[in-house]
T-cell receptor
Framework: EPEVTQTPSHQVTQMGQEVILRCVPISNHLYFYWYRQILGQKVEFLVSFYNNEISEKSEIFDDQFSVERPDGSNFTLKIRSTKLEDSAMYFC??????????????FGPGTRLTVL | AQSVSQHNHHVILSEAASLELGCNYSYGGTVNLFWYVQYPGQHLQLLLKYFSGDPLVKGIKGFEAEFIKSKFSFNLRKPSVQWSDTAEYFCAVNRVAAGNKLTFGGGTRVLVKP
């Protein structure tokens, strides 16, 4: 069964450094998402991406964040200058993309980002 | 703002006991509803979903959930749990008018004692 994969599984970085989190969505899916979960808090939506552009983003997704689909398989989340509060588990998800949201998102295993 | 509430943060029960996890949401429009499960060390997996039709939906591993529109609820049930059901369970809601994003509840950690 196809799965969403994410690399790396753990990333430790210094505050102010740039990080890129990578995801390979399921191959026939058209929508891609990033969510994050700060320890002890809810899973929060960050951004959705369709047809090579952002379709929706939350207020968390500020100018420090960007997403890209650099090739036909990868989907990346870049944090330009990490802050301590960016420490979280970041989940990538993908979905086929159907009308009226009747669409199932499949999640990757997550990347645990620790900012020191 | 739309919110999703899971009232139980931790549940401990013995094998063969029945399980019911509550999920309520605050939005009054058309919604799609999901339950995801995260087994220890694994990623979020879909247990079941409701888009339309029969409000009682059956998912994998013997789980079911009932959508009660008047109560804004989508409670998850399993009549007889197994030790392997130890996991964290997340309710998620998609507000149809607001795109495809999911809003998650806080999760419920379930520990099934053998």
């Amino acid at each position: 069964e196809p799965e969403v994969t994410q690399t790396p599984s753990h990333q430790v970085t210094q505050m102010g450094q740039e990080v890129i989190l990578r995801c390979v969505p399921i191959s026939n899916h058209l929508y891609f998402y990033w969510y994050r979960q700060i320890l002890g808090q809810k899973v929060e939506f960050l951004v959705s991406f369709y047809n090579n552009e952002i379709s929706e983003k939350s207020e968390i997704f500020d100018d420090q964040f960007s997403v890209e689909r650099p090739d036909g398989s990868n989907f990346t989340l870049k944090i330009r200058s990490t802050k301590l509060e960016d420490s979280a588990m970041y989940f990538c998800a993908s979905s086929v993309g159907r009308q009226n949201g009747a669409d199932t998102q499949y999640f990757g295993p997550g990347t645990r980002l620790t900012v020191l | 703002a739309q919110s999703v509430s899971q009232h139980n943060h931790h549940v401990i029960l013995s094998e063969a006991a029945s399980l019911e996890l509550g999920c309520n949401y605050s939005y009054g429009g058309t919604v799609n509803l999901f339950w995801y499960v995260q087994y220890p060390g694994q990623h979020l997996q879909l247990l079941l979903k409701y888009f339309s039709g029969d409000p009682l939906v059956k998912g994998i591993k013997g789980f079911e959930a009932e959508f009660i529109k008047s109560k804004f609820s989508f409670n998850l049930r399993k009549p007889s749990v197994q030790w392997s059901d130890t996991a964290e369970y997340f309710c998620a809601v998609n507000r149809v008018a607001a795109g495809n994003k999911l809003t998650f509840g806080g999760g419920t950690r379930v520990l099934v004692k053998p």
